[in-house]
């Protein structure tokens, strides 16, 4: 039933070829395997590759990936402000940049909560700004089902109400569930009656990230997590096809990855007294609160001119990183130049490896885009755009109404839809 709706709806906007019956990308050349499968509508699935660099897909070790983005739309997706993991995957879903949504870092402090936010906090308090596009498709009877997705485990709109919404399927985050284990639990999903089939399905994968973080950018050992993701979605493109299930993938990153070492850090503690302010967030870039009587000392320490860092007042944050007027943020922000981290006090070992939460425009933090399915046209290459444009465009996939004030339009998808629809208007 949901799938229906998604489909005349979807069918509306994007004068689709009758929601197709093809594959991924291609006519299925076998018959389905069930009976029904010709019926089925596409699904809409949001693949995010964590820490997945865009210039990774010219490294020769991702055929699955080249495919799908030589057959359907790609091109650079720049992050919001903060480049962190849960910022950026709460604007994916959302449309709202950080300083909006209220997710401002991987690691929060508020004076209303005891506890400090971490990315295991499930507490619908931190995330209830702004509603997730499961929780609107859920509320329009669209079933959807998340394969991991920060966030996704939150009851949202459960701290002012006694019950919030979930996705109808979750499964809680564990780094342990293979890849192939994912790949199998939304195919598996969509194996499924039509009427406890999912029609929006998140698949989140993180060995690109991790291996970035301990072998940096460039090691041998991020390519090889590169193929291996390639590889879970070379399954996952087969098995849709062996279903006769078409999908519209929108395959994401949530940031890029820089290359960094020891050698290039700087320590707080060599330019402020430490036991004068409160440091909420170090690495790429720093968040502090000067403690009480401390303010004009911290910041005639930090408020000048430094070699590779530069610090604000949370008002004077330059107004193209949409950042600061968030009561998440605290006063003080530094900000460090690509490959060089900001630290409490100087490293004690000599390390390096890569790390991301940099300006958001940064080359290093370009992030993976690739659009591919009944509803997309074959080769086409976007200009640069960012991430607050993918929401407008699932809303539109999933057959949702265009959302309004959100930061994203969705304009710079328009002439990539099949048949020519263009997502700017109808
Ligand atoms: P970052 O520090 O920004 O690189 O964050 C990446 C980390 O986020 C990875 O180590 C993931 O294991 C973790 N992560 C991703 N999704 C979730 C989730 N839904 N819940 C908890 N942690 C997550
Ligand atoms: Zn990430
Ligand atoms: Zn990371």
């Known amino acids: 039933m949901a799938t229906a709706?998604?489909?005349?709806?979807?069918?509306?906007?994007?004068?689709?070829?009758?929601?197709?019956?093809?594959?991924?990308?291609?006519?299925?050349?076998?018959?389905?395997?069930?009976?029904?499968?010709?019926?089925?509508?596409?699904?809409?699935?949001?693949i995010s590759i964590d820490g997945f660099r865009d210039d990774y897909l010219r490294r020769g070790v991702s055929p699955t990936l080249s495919r799908l983005a030589a057959a359907g739309v790609t091109g650079i997706m720049h992050p919001?402000?903060?480049?962190?993991?849960?910022?950026?995957?709460?604007?994916?879903?959302?449309?709202?940049?950080?300083?909006?949504h209220g997710i401002v870092g991987n690691r929060m402090e508020a004076s209303e909560r005891k506890e400090v936010f971490t990315m295991a906090t499930d507490d619908p308090w931190w995330w209830d700004a702004a509603p997730p596009v499961w929780v609107d498709a859920e509320?329009?009877?669209?079933?959807?089902?998340?394969?991991?997705?920060?966030?996704?485990?939150?009851?949202?709109?459960?701290?002012?109400?006694?019950?919030?919404?979930?996705?109808?399927?979750?499964?809680?985050?564990?780094q342990a569930v293979n890849d192939s284990q994912r790949v199998n639990t939304v195919l598996d999903w969509l194996r499924r009656p039509e009427e406890i089939r999912p029609s929006f399905v998140t698949l989140y994968f993180d060995k690109v990230d991790a291996a970035g973080h301990l072998h940096g950018p460039d090691g041998a050992q991020t390519t090889q997590a590169?193929?291996?993701?390639?590889?879970a979605?070379?399954?996952?493109?087969?098995?849709?096809?062996?279903?006769?299930?078409?999908?519209?993938?929108?395959?994401?990153?949530?940031?890029?990855?820089?290359?960094?070492?020891?050698?290039?850090?700087?320590?707080?503690?060599t330019l402020v007294d430490p036991s004068r302010y409160h440091l909420v967030e170090t690495?790429?870039?720093?968040?502090?609160?000067?403690?009480?009587?401390?303010?004009?000392?911290?910041?005639r320490s930090l408020l000048v001119p430094h070699e590779h860092m530069q610090c604000w007042r949370k008002a004077d944050i330059p107004a193209?990183?949409?950042?600061?007027?968030?009561?998440?943020?605290?006063?003080?922000?530094?900000?460090?130049?690509?490959?060089?981290?900001?630290?409490?006090?100087?490293?004690?070992?000599?390390?390096?490896?890569?790390?991301?939460?940099?300006?958001?425009?940064?080359?290093?933090m370009n992030a993976l885009f690739i659009a591919h399915g009944p509803a997309f046209a074959a080769g086409r290459v976007l200009p640069d755009f960012e991430n607050v444009d993918i929401y407008p465009l699932l809303r539109r996939l999933i057959g949702l109404p265009a959302a309004a004030g959100v930061d994203g339009d969705g304009v710079v998808f328009r002439g990539v839809f099949r048949g020519g629809a263009t997502p700017g208007g109808d």
Request: charged residues 15%.
């Open 5 to 46: 709706v998604t489909c005349l709806l979807a069918a509306a906007v994007f004068t689709l070829s009758g929601c197709a019956t093809s594959g991924p990308g291609e006519a299925p050349s076998q018959p389905p395997v069930s009976g029904s499968a010709a019926a089925r509508q596409p699904v809409t699935i949001l």
């Open 320 to 364: 193209r990183f949409h950042y600061g007027s968030n009561p998440r943020i605290p006063p003080i922000l530094c900000l460090a130049e690509p490959g060089w981290l900001i630290l409490a006090s100087a490293p004690r070992q000599p390390a390096s490896g890569g790390n991301h939460g940099y300006d958001n425009m940064a080359p290093e």
């Open 139 to 174: 509320k329009a009877g669209i079933r959807t089902a998340a394969m991991f997705w920060p966030g996704a485990n939150v009851a949202f709109g459960g701290a002012s109400g006694p019950t919030g919404t979930r996705p109808s399927d979750w499964v809680p985050y564990n």
């Open 233 to 269: 979605i070379g399954t996952l493109v087969a098995g849709l096809k062996a279903l006769g299930q078409p999908a519209n993938l929108v395959i994401v990153a949530d940031h890029g990855m820089a290359a960094t070492s020891s050698e290039r850090t700087i320590a707080l503690d």
């Open 226 to 231: 590169v193929a291996e993701v390639d590889a």
């Open 283 to 299: 690495g790429t870039f720093a968040s502090l609160a000067p403690l009480s009587g401390a303010a004009e000392e911290v910041e």
């Open 80 to 100: 919001s402000f903060p480049s962190k993991t849960f910022p950026n995957h709460w604007t994916l879903v959302t449309g709202l940049r950080p300083d909006r």
